[in-house]
């Protein structure tokens, strides 16, 4: 991670840690960047979510493009997964996505995308972060800044609303099945899909019903969507649908409810999708891949299954690299972003969707009935603000509380530590046999954090 961009971009509360000045300013650097070769007319896409201050960003950013003459190619309100699409088909040079995802409106973000549509790389990061912080001599330019594009060379501005509509149409054809036959709740968190969503289900024949789709600016996520799954369990249950699927903010996550109202998390949908592929010859080297934080019950289920299992770092793009690497074909993380890298180069919340109802269609069993081997273990994650993540990964006494708490589990469970990738926050994850015990090691070892003097005061 660097000083500004974490393991998903660059996050933080819009207009504090995150302005208007650092958007033009990347702006600025990708078009210069991408435009150092002689006589290329640089191309970028952008698309934002439902906050009110992506607007202010978009903007800001796209200013900061059209300067150093790049020509910015605009989606307006989208999902992060089609502007990696829109940048990989139709041969831009980079993407942009201004979103903080699950976070609260009065959070943005700023996330970048490579040609391919992969999440940019860190060298280039470096190279951002360098310019944001004013050091032009590390970057070899010479001069108070940037060259400014004047005359025909400043960057032109294009409605790209049509790339929206290919990806919508793109997602729509990766269904081998029609939906008619089921009655379909979506939960759109006010956010990036509120239109996408119910547009891709109804085409392929889904009754929809559609909740948190009125979005004003303020409420993505309050309430709403992957992180408040209860709103969505409720609502099935109530109308009596046959299963439901709720997005994030940026629609790169999807959790779903089975037709009981069961929560179907991301490791379920896991378990769920690496049946349904392996039963078709598709699961590449028979593996799924998953992060450190997936339950204790999905590797249980895939080890009585048959199934190999890889474990990367917390994050989809390190999930995403570990399956570049090796050819795998599903990976993802509990909170619901899974990768289906046939189909995308990132987590696509309504792709994962359309491919749960596949498995749910060609099996021909509800969505409860093909989770059902994935026994959950109690979990219990305390996050903890801190000024130095690395101090408390560190501190010996630390890494001598939880050593003790792993051997009581002794197996039966299992405590992690580990540095949150967008926010000054420490979390410890227990699982056990019961809430009771995640509870009491969780604890155990957020007390020695307190008591070595690692934790950061709370605010007056």
């Known amino acids: 991670m660097g000083k500004y961009f974490g393991t998903d971009g660059f996050r933080g509360e819009a207009g504090v840690t995150l302005t208007s000045e650092h958007a033009y300013k990347i702006g600025r650097f990708l078009g210069w960047y991408y435009g150092k070769e002689d006589g290329h007319r640089v191309r970028a896409v952008i698309g934002k979510d439902t906050r009110r201050s992506s607007y202010m960003f978009e903007y800001a950013i796209v200013a900061g493009l059209t300067a ?4 910015v190619y605009m989606l307006h309100v989208t999902t992060t997964p089609s502007v990696s699409f829109a940048v990989a088909g139709d041969d831009f040079d980079c993407g942009i996505m201004i979103s903080a995802s699950h976070n ?3 959070d943005n973000g700023i996330k970048l995308v490579n040609k391919r549509g992969e999440k940019i790389d860190d060298a280039t990061i470096t190279e951002i972060e360098l310019y944001l912080d004013g050091d032009l001599a590390a970057l070899g330019i010479a001069g108070e800044d940037l060259p400014l ?3 025909a060379d400043i960057g032109q501005i294009v409605d790209y609303a049509a790339g929206r509509n290919r990806y919508i149409g793109y997602l729509i054809s990766l269904s081998q099945y029609s939906f008619r036959a089921f009655r379909v709740g979506l939960d759109c968190a006010n956010g990036s899909s509120w239109m996408i969503a119910k547009s891709v289900f109804e085409a392929l024949g889904a009754k929809t019903y559609v909740i948190n789709a009125e979005p004003n600016g303020l409420n993505i996520n309050r309430e709403a969507g992957s992180t408040h799954i209860e709103v969505l369990a409720e609502y099935v249950k109530r109308e009596g649908l046959d299963i439901g699927f709720a ?3 940026d629609a790169d996550r999807c959790i779903a409810v089975d037709e009981r109202g069961e929560v179907v998390n991301g490791d379920h949908i896991m378990y769920v999708l690496a049946q349904h592929l392996r039963g078709k010859g598709a699961l590449v080297e028979n593996t799924v891949v998953t992060t450190i934080m ?8 895939l080890d009585a299954a048959g199934i190999r299992y890889e474990q990367t770092t917390v994050g989809d793009r390190f999930v995403y690299e570990n399956m570049q690497q090796n050819g795998y074909c599903l990976g993802g993380e509990q909170s619901g972003h899974v990768i289906l890298s046939k189909y995308a180069t990132t987590g696509d919340g309504i792709l994962t969707a359309i491919k749960v109802m596949e ?5 021909k069993q509800p969505l409860s009935k093909l989770a059902e081997a994935v026994k959950m273990f109690p979990q219990i994650t305390r996050n903890v603000r801190v000024d130095n993540k690395a101090a408390v990964r560190e501190n010996a006494s630390v890494q001598a509380a939880i050593a003790a708490v792993s051997a009581r589990l002794n197996g039966e469970g299992r405590i992690l530590l580990r540095e949150s990738g967008t926010e000054p926050v420490v979390r410890v994850m227990v699982e056990a046999a019961t809430e009771a015990l995640c509870s009491a090691y969780a604890d155990e070892v957020v007390a020695v954090i307190h008591s070595e003097g690692l934790a950061k005061a709370p605010a007056k």
């Open 68 to 71: 150093s003459g790049a020509d």
């Open 104 to 106: 609260p409106y009065t």
């Open 149 to 151: 594009a004047t005359g």
């Open 247 to 249: 997005f994030d903010g």
């Open 294 to 301: 997936s339950n204790l019950g999905l590797y249980r289920a």
């Open 359 to 363: 498995a749910v269609i060609s099996s």
